[in-house]
């Protein structure tokens, strides 16, 4: 049976739009197996990564469980309490940007009228060691012996110390804190921080005259972005 030119005219016609079809439809499908590549190999990738930093970082307590305020530090600072009118709080965690692991502990926090003193865990008395405090460790010396303890390092305050500088516009100072035992001739600070004991503390918040900070104000804010709740404060 022969076509007129009509009819032959519209079967070209129905052929030539079945292949533009296909061809719209295979560059469509090809289009989107191509977008579902992209975003598996980027699903990929965010969940390898997630992964990563699940398995390398540690959470607070891990990161700073050898930063917790020992006994000895709080039973000093519950006696500082007692001397004065400060404010004295312990054991506060809080989020720090400028720190490698994004917290910082503040051992001791020590709010007067005049400053804000950040202290350290208590470094205990070695009678017979001259105690060499450096950024890095703490270094126990008698003559012909030198114990190196790498269990204190400073380096951490100085994050602290740019923790402050970003969040108070408030006069504060890092005070390492030592045994009001230990002699100041068995004692070599090679730090840039003051090496004080309460007794030496207490001495100079007794000589603060004027009232320029607001002691609750500031209290009330690391108490608020403390993130270590279940610990208890002076």
């Known amino acids: 049976m022969s076509l007129s030119a009509a009819q032959l005219s519209f079967h070209l016609k129905l052929l030539r739009n079945f292949y533009v079809d296909e061809r719209k439809n295979m560059i469509l499908n090809i289009a989107l197996y191509t977008l579902a ?7 990929l990738v965010v969940l390898g990564w997630r992964i990563y930093e699940y398995i390398t970082k540690k959470s607070p307590s891990e990161t700073n469980q050898n930063r917790y305020t020992t006994k000895k530090t709080e039973d000093k600072l519950f006696i500082l309490s007692s001397m004065n009118d400060s404010v004295i709080l312990s054991n ?37 060691y001259t105690i060499e405090i450096n950024f890095d460790s703490i270094t126990l010396i008698k003559p012909n012996q030198k114990i190196k303890s790498n269990f204190y390092n400073t380096k951490w305050l100085s994050e602290i110390e740019k923790y402050m500088q970003k969040k108070f516009n408030e006069p504060f100072e890092i005070i390492i804190l030592i045994d009001e035992k230990n002699k100041d001739n068995k004692l070599i600070n090679k730090t840039s921080y003051r090496v004080l004991n309460i007794e030496q503390i207490d001495q100079e918040i007794k000589t603060q005259k004027n009232a320029i900070l607001n002691i609750k104000n500031i209290s009330e804010f690391f108490l608020n972005n403390n993130l270590m709740k279940n610990k208890t404060n002076v």
């Open 37 to 43: 590549g992209i975003l598996g190999i980027i699903l």
């Open 92 to 128: 506060i965690l809080v989020k720090n940007k400028f720190a490698k692991q994004g917290f910082s502990v503040l051992n001791g926090i020590i709010v007067t009228n005049e400053k804000i003193y950040i202290v350290t865990n208590l470094i205990t008395t070695f009678e017979q």
